[in-house]
Structures are given as structure tokens and as C-alpha cells.
């Protein structure tokens, strides 16, 4: 029996699905997560083989000696994974450490987690990317400003999300921004993209083959949404596009990818753009090594009436899958702040969309920022109905 350990199975809550996948593929499923065990629903408890509560994730030395602790008691293990950006370069320390070789490895964080580092990547393969510096003192930004013009956006080169990630129109801005960043963190700054983002997302085997594959696309910028409080809007596509299908494809190669669910942005430009292409064409964003956040794959399942989870889990227990989704149609998610006045209160929601919506929920504040107080998720089989969903959950009163 494979022995897998997942790192905080309980984050995100529908996190417990992948658990409960591997325990029905047969592997003993091994979980470290700072929650209580009596606390962790009863879901998530029959997932689980074990479960070993540590005081804190965020202490290395404690989840340390609790993999020590699980591979006395069961022996080697083969897989460990948290499918959580936040916890991605510590899964590979631990791989390292432990010599669980079926993951990525210390050495190869720098490509997969730092963004200037992507853009070689992306680059060997003819996708364009923006151009960059690194934000290293106001001269040497202004001096890049002069050559893309404004506005330029800046992020944290080894971030997560949209967190700390601002648009900059002039230079009191750029002042503002030296003044205020945080003092520790690399900054990259690229040129303004005006573009909405396309994700190629799949589930890829141990020869860097699909076993899944779709996309999302956010018109909307996840940094305005944050920065702004404004809603959140984002669709699984019915039909994943050629070009999209066609540069995941190629950048699943080009990073070496293996045995991983991933998430690759791209942006799709909205007008001509020297440098980066026409109006429609991609360019490479950034790659993410783990599955697209919260309630993404709940969504994939329902544009497609698959299950992704049991996907995801066959690629580990037997590096195949003869799930194959049925039906495709559009799942969209609006997320909507609790400071707007908005037209449709969430009963005539329901009174008018029940049948479609999928899941309908208060998220906690941790998540609020990016993802709005109140979602809601359906599913549609034309654009044209997507788009009056839209419209009705998100306009405000004037």
C-alpha cells in the first residue's frame, strides 16, 4: 500500500475530497494540519488513515518530525503534497529531506515559484511574455518606466495571488510605493498588460501527458478586485480554445511537469500590443504547480460532470484515468461584497437561477478579500445565459 502524506487536508474545506479520492484508490492516507482532529468534519475524518496535529504549519521543525514520526510508524512514503501554493516550497523541502522523489524538489523552486524566473520558460517556447525589472531602488524603475510607459504593475516576485500586487500610474505612486512596500520581499515590476487572464488547467501524468484538461477565464483583474473591494467574476469555459489547449501543452514541456494538477495563466491580449502580440493572442502570466484555488475544481466538475478529485487520485494511484468529462457548459462564479447595494436580494437569486446554482455560500474572511462575502456558482449552457446571470447577481442599486 502507497503511502501518501497530505499537508493541511482541512485548507481549503473542499480540500477532504482529494483525501477521500486516494483512500478509495487504496493508498493510506497520512494527514498533517494544525486543526484539532475533533474538530475536522466527519468527512474528512473517514479520509483519513491518520492524522497527526502539529501546533502550527507555519513551524518547520514540528512538521518535520511529523513526517519522521509517520515514516517510522508506516514506513517509506511516496507522495506528499499539500496542493496549496502557500505550502509549495516547504512540500519540496520536505521531499527533499525525506527523499520522496515523486514531487518537485528544492532545487527546482526557483522556476516553478519565481516570476521573473517563469519568463524563461515561457520564452523558450515562443510565448511572450511582459517585460521586466526587478524593483530595486525608484532609478532603476524609473529608467524601465521610461522605455514601457505607464502604468506598470508591481508584485511580490515569489508571491501568492494577487496579494501586495498594485498598478502604478506616475511617480508619486512609484514614491509611495518605495515608501510603503514591505522591506524584505523582492519585487518584480512588468510592463501593463491589457489583457483578461485564461488559465489552461489539467491533470498531467508521469510521462508530462494530460489526463484532463480545461480553463478558466477572469475578465476582471484579480488585483483590482482586491485592491478596489470590487465583486468576483470567473467562468470554466465550455470549450477550452486551440491556442489555450496548445501553449499549456507546450508549457507543461517546457517546465518539466509531472504526475501534478496545475494552473497556467496566460493573458489574452485586448488590443494590440507591441512587443506582445494582436489583439486575442496569448501571453505567458505565470505557472502555478497545484490545482486552481477554491471552489475551482468543485466548478470543473460541474461544467463538465466529471470529478476531478478521482482524476487527480488515479494519476497517483495507477498514472491513468477512465473518467472522461460528459456534457460541457459554462460554471460561473460571482462573488458579491456585502458593502454594495445590490438590485436582486439572494432570495429572488434563487427564486430565478435555483435549478442552475450549484453552490451558494458565505465564505470567511480569509478568502472574502479575493472572492466577495457571498457567492454564488451555476452552471449554463450558453454564454448568453452566463452573461444575464452576471448581470442580474451583480448590479447594483444607482
Request: net charge negative.
Amino acid at each position: 500500500m502507497k503511502n501518501f502524506v497530505f499537508i493541511s487536508p482541512n485548507f481549503p474545506a473542499n480540500y477532504w475530497l482529494f483525501c477521500r479520492a486516494l483512500k478509495k484508490n487504496g493508498l493510506n492516507v497520512l494527514g498533517i494540519g494544525d486543526q484539532p482532529y475533533e474538530e475536522l468534519t466527519e468527512d474528512l475524518k473517514n479520509s483519513l488513515n491518520e492524522y497527526y496535529k502539529v501546533s502550527n504549519l507555519e513551524n518547520d521543525e514540528e512538521v518535520y518530525r511529523a513526517v519522521a514520526f509517520l515514516i517510522f510508524k508506516h514506513g517509506k512514503i511516496d507522495w506528499l503534497e499539500s496542493n496549496n501554493e502557500y505550502w509549495l516550497e516547504r512540500d519540496a523541502r520536505l521531499r527533499t529531506a525525506f527523499h520522496i522523489t515523486s514531487g518537485f524538489q528544492e532545487e527546482d523552486i526557483p522556476r516553478i515559484k519565481y516570476k521573473s524566473r517563469m519568463k524563461e520558460y515561457y520564452n523558450r517556447i515562443g510565448i511572450p511574455t511582459a517585460r521586466y525589472c526587478m524593483a530595486e531602488t525608484e532609478e532603476k524603475c524609473l529608467e524601465f518606466i521610461r522605455n514601457v510607459g505607464w502604468p506598470v504593475v508591481v508584485k511580490p516576485d515569489n508571491g501568492v495571488g494577487a496579494s501586495h500586487t498594485y498598478r502604478l500610474e506616475n511617480e508619486g505612486q512609484l514614491a509611495d510605493f518605495f515608501r510603503t512596500k514591505e522591506p524584505d520581499i523582492p519585487y518584480i515590476m512588468e510592463e501593463y498588460v491589457c489583457a483578461e487572464v485564461n488559465s489552461y488547467d489539467a491533470v498531467i501524468d508521469s510521462r508530462g501527458e494530460p489526463l484532463f484538461e480545461t480553463g478558466n477565464v477572469t475578465p476582471v483583474s484579480i488585483m483590482d478586485i482586491v485592491n478596489n473591494e470590487d465583486n468576483s467574476i470567473f467562468y470554466i469555459l465550455k470549450n477550452l480554445p486551440g491556442d489555450t489547449r496548445q501553449a499549456g501543452r507546450a508549457t507543461v514541456k517546457s517546465f518539466g511537469v509531472r504526475s501534478r494538477f496545475v494552473h497556467f495563466e496566460f493573458f489574452r491580449l485586448l488590443k494590440d500590443q507591441e512587443g506582445l502580440g494582436r489583439k486575442g493572442d496569448l501571453v505567458g502570466l505565470e505557472v502555478n504547480m497545484r490545482p486552481c484555488g477554491g471552489f475551482t475544481p468543485d466548478m470543473m466538475d460541474f461544467a463538465g460532470t466529471t470529478d476531478v478529485y478521482k482524476i487527480w487520485a488515479d494519476m497517483i494511484a495507477y498514472d491513468r484515468t477512465d473518467i472522461h468529462p460528459g456534457e460541457r457548459k459554462y460554471c460561473a462564479f460571482a462573488g458579491r461584497r456585502d458593502n454594495k447595494d445590490f438590485v436582486m436580494s439572494h432570495e429572488d437569486i434563487m427564486k430565478k437561477y435555483g435549478d442552475r446554482i450549484k453552490m451558494s455560500d458565505r465564505l470567511p474572511e480569509v478568502l472574502a478579500a479575493a472572492m466577495g462575502n457571498q457567492i454564488y456558482i451555476g452552471v449554463f449552457g450558453a454564454k448568453k445565459e452566463m452573461d444575464e446571470f452576471y448581470k442580474d447577481v451583480l448590479k447594483c442599486q444607482t
